[in-house]
Structure formats: structure tokens, C-alpha cells
């Protein structure tokens, strides 16, 4: 069932209308009850009645929302320019908001990729673009949108691991903006049947569940240890390279390979080392 969108009558036309009869029938009515004419009696009450429903037809449409008319459970279209209107009295009228909403959902506990278990939630942001499929498609919508959210979450979170182990990776910590695209697809495929279009679907909450969250940070900081061992040891081989290339370019002094070797290895461990180096006096010559 797809959105039609219809137009009412002016609302302000239609209430001085209505008033204009109803006035008219009443004063008619008491002219009619002097007179004892029973058929002119019988009109006005039926002008009465009828001017009384037609207020009910009276309805007000807000900015940024719709109004939904049903006849007899037969769905008519929707009322979605803001203003005063009037539409059959005898329809029911369901009020639909078109505003931007948003909620954040609860913290779930998950396996990730990797199966470690996790906590994530996140925050979305969603809009009624149809509102025959949101009233007619689902029973809740806002209850289909919450829950279907969650679920979404859940599938993206056993999809990625929670940190990446090869470059290049997608991860759940580190690639924000690849995951946020995937989490608003994974929602928006959904929802494509209750007539709601997500705007934006984000993490606002991840980290490893409390039980291995100390091992996990441990982890961690082993792998940063790690990589910025790695750097610098290759700063520290470029620095010795160079420091050859020059002494050698410059003819500063001659070494053979075993008093490379050594400089290399004396170089490596100032350059590497966690403390500082302790200074040696050499007080002999360069080979003793």
C-alpha cells in the first residue's frame, strides 16, 4: 500500500458555512414551531443535524505532519499541507508526525567477528516518508523501528571484528565512518516496508564486555609496544646506515667489518635501548 496524498476543503469556509445553516435553521425552527408546520419543523431539525456533523469534518494539519483518512476502514489518502481543512466528517482521521526523530538504542552484548564478546549500541535517526505504508505496513512502526534497529546492530557486530588485525581491515573501532554506512544500510533495509527512511545511523557506544576487557588491554598496549618497536628499529638502521655512509664518504677513519659490526651493534643499542646509555671511556686504542 503506497502514500496518496489528498487535498480538503478550506476549513474557515466550511465553518461559516456551517454556522450560517445552523444559525438559519434555528431561527426557521422557531418560525416553524408558531406556524405548528410540522414539515418545515422536520427540515430545519435535519439542517440542525446535519450542520452539527459537519463540524466534525473540521481538522488541523501541523507543520511537518499527516493526517491519515480512513472511510469505513477504506483507506482515502492523507492530509499533508499544514493548515485548517475540512474533510468527510464521517472519517476517521490518524495523525502521523513527518519530523526528523531519533533514539539511542540499549547496550547490546554480542560476539564479534573474532568472537569476542562485546558491548555496542548506537544512535539512529529516522523520518516517516510514507505514511499509508507506516500505518497499514506494520502495527507500531516506532516499536518496529526500535526493534529492527537492534537487530540490524547486532548482525554489523558479529559481521566485523572489534579491532583490525591486517591493514586495510574494516573494524569496528577504527573504521567510524565505513561502519556507520553499513549499520544505516543493514537498518534502512528494514524499514523499507513500514515507509521510514533512516537519515543517519551511528555507534555511540563500544568496547569489550567487562570480563575480558583487562586481557583485551593488555593486547592492546603489546601491539602498540610492538609497532612503535618496529619503527624504531627501522629509524634506528637508517641512522646507522647513514652514519656509515658518511664516516665513510668523508674518509673520517677506516673500519674493516668486524669494527662495523661493532659500531652497528654499540648504535643499535643507543638508539633501541629503553634507557639511557652510560658512557665509556675508551682510554686505549680503537682495537683494544
Same mark, same amino acid.
Given at each position: 500500500?503506497k502514500?496518496?496524498?489528498?487535498? &480538503?476543503?478550506? &476549513?474557515?469556509?466550511? $465553518?461559516?458555512l456551517?454556522?450560517?445553516?445552523?444559525?438559519a435553521?434555528?431561527?426557521?425552527l422557531?418560525?416553524?414551531?408558531d406556524?405548528?408546520?410540522?414539515?418545515?419543523?422536520?427540515?430545519?431539525v435535519?439542517? $440542525?443535524?446535519?450542520?452539527?456533523? @459537519?463540524?466534525?469534518?473540521?481538522?488541523?494539519?501541523?507543520p511537518?505532519e499527516? #493526517?491519515?483518512v480512513?472511510?469505513?476502514?477504506?483507506? #482515502?489518502?492523507?492530509?499533508?499541507?499544514?493548515?485548517?481543512?475540512?474533510?468527510?466528517?464521517?472519517?476517521?482521521?490518524?495523525?502521523?508526525?513527518?519530523?526528523?526523530r531519533?533514539?539511542?538504542?540499549?547496550?547490546?552484548?554480542?560476539?564479534?567477528?573474532?568472537?569476542?564478546?562485546?558491548?555496542?549500541?548506537?544512535?539512529?535517526?529516522?523520518?516517516?516518508?510514507?505514511?499509508?505504508?507506516?500505518?497499514?505496513?506494520?502495527?507500531?512502526?516506532?516499536?518496529?523501528?526500535?526493534?529492527?534497529?537492534?537487530?540490524a $546492530?547486532?548482525?554489523?557486530?558479529?559481521?566485523y571484528?572489534?579491532?583490525?588485525?591486517?591493514?586495510?581491515?574494516?573494524?569496528?573501532?577504527?573504521?567510524?565512518?565505513?561502519?556507520?554506512? #553499513?549499520?544505516?544500510?543493514?537498518?534502512?533495509?528494514?524499514l523499507?516496508?513500514?515507509g521510514?527512511?533512516?537519515?543517519?545511523?551511528?555507534?555511540?557506544?563500544?568496547?569489550?564486555?567487562?570480563?575480558?576487557?583487562?586481557?583485551?588491554?593488555?593486547?592492546?598496549?603489546?601491539?602498540?609496544?610492538?609497532?612503535?618497536?618496529?619503527?624504531?628499529?627501522? @629509524?634506528?638502521?637508517?641512522?646507522?646506515?647513514?652514519?656509515?655512509?658518511?664516516?665513510?664518504?668523508?674518509?673520517?677513519?677506516?673500519?674493516?667489518?668486524?669494527? #662495523?659490526?661493532?659500531?652497528?651493534?654499540?648504535?643499535?643499542?643507543v638508539?633501541?635501548?629503553?634507557?639511557?646509555?652510560?658512557?665509556?671511556?675508551?682510554?686505549?686504542?680503537?682495537?683494544?
Amino acid at each position: 500500500m503506497k502514500e496518496r496524498e489528498i487535498s &480538503g476543503i478550506s &476549513g474557515w469556509m466550511m $465553518l461559516l458555512l456551517g454556522m450560517a445553516i445552523f444559525i438559519a435553521a434555528t431561527i426557521q425552527l422557531v418560525r416553524a414551531a408558531d406556524a405548528e408546520d410540522a414539515l418545515w419543523i422536520t427540515v430545519c431539525v435535519l439542517a $440542525l443535524v446535519f450542520s452539527s456533523l @459537519g463540524f466534525f469534518g473540521l481538522t488541523v494539519v501541523n507543520p511537518n505532519e499527516a #493526517k491519515v483518512v480512513q472511510l469505513f476502514g477504506v483507506y #482515502k489518502g492523507s492530509l499533508k499541507r499544514q493548515g485548517f481543512w475540512w474533510v468527510n466528517p464521517l472519517t476517521s482521521r490518524r495523525r502521523v508526525s513527518l519530523r526528523v526523530r531519533n533514539f539511542e538504542s540499549a547496550k547490546l552484548k554480542v560476539n564479534d567477528h573474532d568472537g569476542n564478546p562485546i558491548e555496542i549500541a548506537a544512535i539512529v535517526v529516522w523520518k516517516v516518508v510514507d505514511t499509508a505504508e507506516a500505518i497499514f505496513q506494520v502495527n507500531d512502526y516506532e516499536n518496529f523501528v526500535h526493534v529492527q534497529s537492534e537487530s540490524a $546492530l547486532r548482525v554489523l557486530a558479529t559481521t566485523y571484528p572489534y579491532d583490525a588485525h591486517e591493514e586495510g581491515q574494516i573494524a569496528l573501532r577504527i573504521s567510524s565512518t565505513e561502519i556507520a554506512h #553499513k549499520l544505516r544500510e543493514e537498518i534502512q533495509e528494514r524499514l523499507a516496508t513500514a515507509g521510514v527512511e533512516v537519515v543517519e545511523a551511528r555507534i555511540s557506544h563500544l568496547a569489550y564486555a567487562p570480563e575480558i576487557a583487562s586481557a583485551m588491554l593488555r593486547r592492546q598496549q603489546a601491539n602498540a609496544i610492538i609497532a612503535a618497536r618496529q619503527r624504531i628499529v627501522e @629509524g634506528a638502521v637508517g641512522m646507522v646506515e647513514m652514519a656509515l655512509e658518511q664516516l665513510s664518504a668523508k674518509h673520517v677513519v677506516e673500519l674493516d667489518e668486524e669494527r #662495523k659490526a661493532a659500531m652497528v651493534s654499540n648504535l643499535l643499542v643507543v638508539l633501541c635501548g629503553d634507557r639511557d646509555p652510560q658512557p665509556v671511556v675508551n682510554a686505549g686504542t680503537l682495537y683494544q
